[in-house]
């Protein structure tokens, strides 16, 4: 399946890992990746000691592209935490709560993109016009971090607004997933689900293939009986 994202990001399918705090580690991180898809660390409550030996981690697993979230509203020189995310590798810097214009472009000089959260329209429009690569809508139940708007209602207007597709598109790609016979889940649901006892390295790809199997699009998931 190829799309703007796979482009993008350099992978195989449309299916990126949430870069998690206390979730989203390298073997997570690791596994999403070799599977084609786009993991990503979440690196917003480590130091900057443990977030190197992630990456490093990742690096050692696979060569596929992973990117690394940090929250801006956290403590520490951020420029120099992104400084090192270049250094180790990433091929994205996946901001929370904004991102400065200056690390922007530190990022860019250094051929990492910038991917932004957004929990309003306004937040995408803005993030767009700052340089930043790819934003993310991200609905109030992923954590409560970006806003109070859910993620189904979120979607289509920072599509509308910034992803150059129309709502009728939206729909149809809703419509679709649920004659397949998908399921809405939330993110942090899912990847819960995965994360909690399963073998990552078996089921992520297993997902994957489903994902695709069933037409899904980006930041859509399906709950599945994980015994078939």
Known sequence: MRT???ELLGIEHPVMLAGMGGVSYAPLVAAV???????????STMGNEAMVAEMAAV?????????????TAMPGDLAEQVALVAE????????????PGTVIDLCHRHG????????????????????????VAQGTEAGGHTGQVATMPL???????????SLAAHDAAL??????????????QLFC????????????????????????????????????
Request: aromatic residues 6%; contains cysteine.
């Open 193 to 228: 689900e995965l994360q909690r006892d399963w073998a990552r390295s078996e089921t992520v790809p297993a997902f994957m293939n489903l994902f695709i199997e069933t037409g899904g699009t980006a930041g859509i998931q399906f709950s599945y009986d994980r015994t078939e």
């Open 112 to 135: 990492v993109l910038v991917v932004n959260m957004c929990g309003k329209v306004d937040h995408a429009v803005r993030a767009v016009e700052a340089g930043c690569d790819l934003v």
């Open 4 to 6: 703007r994202l796979t």
């Open 155 to 165: 979607v289509p207007l920072v599509v509308d607004a910034v992803g150059g597709t």
């Open 88 to 99: 180790g590798g990433a091929a994205a810097f996946v901001a929370g709560l904004g991102v």
């Open 59 to 71: 690096r050692s697993a696979t060569d596929k592209p992973f990117g690394v979230d940090l929250l």
């Open 33 to 43: 990746s070799a599977a084609g898809g786009f993991g990503c660390l979440g690196a």
């Open 175 to 188: 419509r679709r997933i649920e004659q397949a016979g998908g399921q809405l889940i939330s993110v942090p």
